[in-house]
């Protein structure tokens, strides 16, 4: 009588813990997932590929690395007028950044920062 009733009881105690831990593994791994994909969609870590400040990539900013501006000077892809690339002139031409911006989009998914004021005006 008494091995009977520490069976059952022996046995829905393990029923009870196995249940448990499957319900906690399935919360925490549905939980960490959703975490990561909000995280992503939200800011993109684009490890300074992009210039924030002229709305280009890094390495092709003339503003910000002059060692550029030669480059540009002799392909003829300059703007006298605002001292950049006229590829990357932004204030002769506002929808040269949309170039710019799906190049940036193709590669992160998400629309770039937009550039500084000063570098639109
Ligand atoms: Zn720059
Ligand atoms: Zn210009």
Redesign the pocket.
């Known amino acids: 009588m008494l091995s009977t009733t520490w069976t059952r009881f022996a046995s829905l105690t393990t029923l009870a813990i196995a249940a448990a831990i499957l319900t906690g593994c399935g919360t925490a791994d549905s939980g960490s997932v959703q975490t990561s994909d909000a995280t992503a969609a939200t800011t993109v870590d684009d490890g300074g590929w992009w210039?924030?400040?002229?709305?280009?990539p890094?390495e092709e900013?003339?503003?910000?690395?002059p060692s550029l501006v030669a480059k540009f000077k002799e392909a003829g892809d300059w703007c006298e007028e605002h001292n950049r690339p006229e590829s990357q002139c932004f204030l002769c031409n506002p929808k040269r950044f949309e170039k710019f911006a799906a190049r940036y989009e193709a590669k992160f998914g998400v629309q770039p920062p937009k550039p500084e004021e000063s570098?639109m005006r």
Request: with cysteine.
């Open positions: 210039c924030v400040e002229h709305g280009v890094e900013c003339a503003l910000c690395d570098s």
